[in-house]
């Protein structure tokens, strides 16, 4: 059966907290995404049990909602028609987002900034790099031919420039000019200045130097550095940003850039690049230690952390250490345990999608195993595995056990970016990355298949349907019982012209004791409103409208929620409406329900008054 998007995106709305609740609304292929003013109006679990999603996380400051191809975007549609929200962009609403986090996540999120957006030309390279290093083990006579020579070339460029892809990226995130920022990064990598990877071969004393003022500056590269170059770009922008705001427009075309070069250039040198290159040395040393500390026990602590870092969205930083790795040593010993955890994710995954009964929750688990096994671990996580805890649980622990056996193994790869089964490519010990990952993963499911169990659907407590009793419309059709609880008055006391003056046809007013509407008979519902204050029903050639307070649609539906929808049966008792008498009165409006025979004048003998 097709998906109502309009009573998805309703029941979204509602368990959000409405529309005045949220801070920016946009979709990507699959999720609605999500900033919320106040966290505690989100009701997660009734989200989870929408139909329609698949599933629910928080990252970043976003709450995503897992929708689907095809669908999200029509939701998407509902959705900004039922709270009134404007549309925004993906980068509309991570701004929004990053607006809420606290300072340290805002700084640790700036790395995965800078490298989400280089990934596919660094993976592409390091996996050419593979197949490249790897022929000629099978084929020694291809590494002395020119299609070697070649393909060499192709795959190490992204690495041999990589500081200029950096420094671009940098620059778009920080909002300067990216062709200036190409300038600093290419600056840093200058033929001029020796390579930093072979700088070991010059002995002591035979490094060129530049004497600048009183710095003594080593001409040598920064080719495979990260820190530096994000430092320098940043300042970069700052630097162009202050000068386009002092900086007389006339002179301003050729005086910012000339000046935010030539100052970023000479910081860079002399301050940013000799004291971030130790200290980005000392991270790399840091991080090789810790992962071999205690016979791997430090690899294994990580393993097990890593699938916390992804919660938090703080990943990406990794990056940094990975891309050092390979520029210092050519060989990336951390992308083994982000491997181990990522794949373990998948063996938690998939064993939920073998035992779970509930279909919504194998057509979520089984698609997002296979694509945590390919290194895209986010909708296992967020979709299954951490919603149900256990699973993720699981999942640490053969992360844990993947990434000490690779400690202990000692292998690596020749890029970033890539795990799982591409990782394959990737490493330099194919056979031993293979049962690392059957660790991992195998050990992750046999836990979760024993350890997790699937929660029995709660039965629903169906509130006894009770038919009201007192009649306050009659006629030739039938009767309209009094839909809600308290006093009835006559039409003409209804604080509305229009209600009282029977435009809308004849009927009652009824002043309410409870908050709730429920069907007056045995019917159809024929049309309940977006703002849920109003609802029409249809029986026996009898046309209804239950109409809560008077001028509430200006409410925009904040103090209503509805449990019926367009077409639907109801009995008579059947809850129609809630709605919170204080917040209208609040709101300056009368709360007195109309209760309306809206065709009275096709039907004969019409009288009105409780009885």
């Known amino acids: 059966m097709a998906l109502n998007y309009r009573k998805c995106a309703e029941e979204i709305a509602a368990n959000i907290g409405g529309g ?3 801070i920016s609304a946009a979709h990507c292929a699959t ?7 106040d966290n505690s109006k989100v009701n997660s679990k009734a989200l989870e049990d929408i139909e329609g999603v698949k599933g629910m996380f928080e990252s970043n400051g976003q709450l995503q909602l897992i929708i689907g191809t095809g669908t999200v975007n029509k939701v998407y549609e509902e959705f900004l028609s039922v709270t009134g929200v ?17 300072w340290w996540k805002k700084l640790l999120k700036i790395p995965g900034d800078v490298f989400v957006p280089i990934l596919p030309a660094i993976v592409a390279s390091g996996l050419m790099m593979g197949l490249v290093e790897a022929i000629p083990k099978f084929w020694p006579a291809f590494g002395d031919t020119d299609w070697f020579s070649f393909l060499d070339l192709v795959a190490n460029t992204a690495f041999a420039l990589l500081p200029v892809l950096v420094a671009i990226s940098t620059a778009r995130v920080f909002g300067g000019n990216v062709f200036l920022g190409a300038v600093i990064g290419l600056m840093m990598v200058h033929p001029a200045l020796i390579n930093a990877w072979t700088v070991g071969n010059y002995a002591a004393g035979e490094i060129p130097t530049w004497q600048l003022f009183f710095f003594k500056v080593q001409q040598v590269g920064y080719q495979g550095h990260v820190i530096p170059v994000i430092l320098a770009v940043w300042l970069m922008s700052m630097l162009e940003k202050w000068l386009h705001k002092v900086v007389p427009e006339m002179i301003d075309l050729f005086v910012t850039p000339l000046v935010t070069v030539l100052v970023t250039a000479f910081v860079t040198f002399t301050i940013i690049g000799p004291v971030f290159s130790v200290l980005e040395n000392w991270v790399l040393t840091g991080a090789q230690k810790l992962i071999t500390v205690g016979y791997g026990v430090g690899s294994a602590i990580m393993g097990a952390l890593y699938p916390l870092t992804v919660v938090m969205g703080l990943h990406h930083m990794y990056n940094v250490i990975e891309a050092g790795m390979i520029a210092r040593d050519g060989l990336n010993t951390w992308m083994p345990i982000a491997s181990a955890a990522n794949f373990a994710q998948f063996g938690a995954c998939l064993a939920v999608a073998i035992k779970a009964r509930s279909q919504k929750t194998k057509a979520v688990a089984l698609p997002s195993s296979l694509s945590a096994s390919l290194g895209i671990t986010e909708p296992a996580i967020f979709g299954i595995n951490f919603r149900f805890m256990k699973p993720f649980v699981c999942g640490m622990i053969g992360a844990a056990a993947g990434a000490l056996f690779a400690a202990w193994a000692k292998f690596g790869a020749t890029t970033y970016g890539v795990t799982g089964i591409p990782g394959m490519l990737a490493v330099n010990n194919l056979p031993m990355y293979i049962i690392e990952l059957l660790i991992a993963g195998g050990l992750a499911f046999v836990l979760c298949f024993f ?6 659907p709660e039965a629903k407590k169906e509130e006894p349907v009770e038919a009201p009793a007192v009649s306050v419309i009659r006629c030739s059709a039938g009767e309209i019982l009094q839909p809600v609880p308290g006093k009835v008055i006559a039409r003409e006391e209804i604080p509305d012209e229009t209600f009282a003056g029977g435009i809308l046809g004849d009927g009652v007013g009824i002043v309410p004791e409870k908050g709730v509407v429920v069907a007056p008979f045995d019917g159809v ?7 849920k204050h109003a609802v029409t029903l249809e029986k026996d050639g009898m046309e209804v409208l239950i109409h809560v307070g008077v001028n509430t649609v200006n409410m925009q539906g904040d103090g209503f929620a509805g449990f019926v929808e367009d077409g639907q049966e109801v009995k008579a008792g059947q809850k129609l409406i809630e709605f919170d008498s204080q917040k209208i009165k609040d709101a300056g409006y009368s709360d007195v329900v109309a209760v309306l025979l809206t065709n009275s004048d096709d039907l004969e003998g019409v009288e009105c008054g409780a009885k």
């Not at 999720?31 to 003013?37: E, F, N």
């Not at 404007?86 to 606290?102: E, G, L, Q, T, W």
């Not at 350890?451 to 029995?456: T, Y």
């Not at 519902?525 to 703002?531: E, L, M």
């Open 20 to 22: 005045s609740n949220i």
């Open 31 to 37: 999720r609605l995404r999500l900033v919320i003013a």
């Open 86 to 102: 404007s549309a925004a962009s993906k980068a509309d609403v991570k701004a929004a987002a990053a607006s809420k986090m606290p």
């Open 451 to 456: 350890i997790w169990k699937e929660d029995k």
């Open 525 to 531: 519902v024929t049309s309940i409103f977006d703002t």
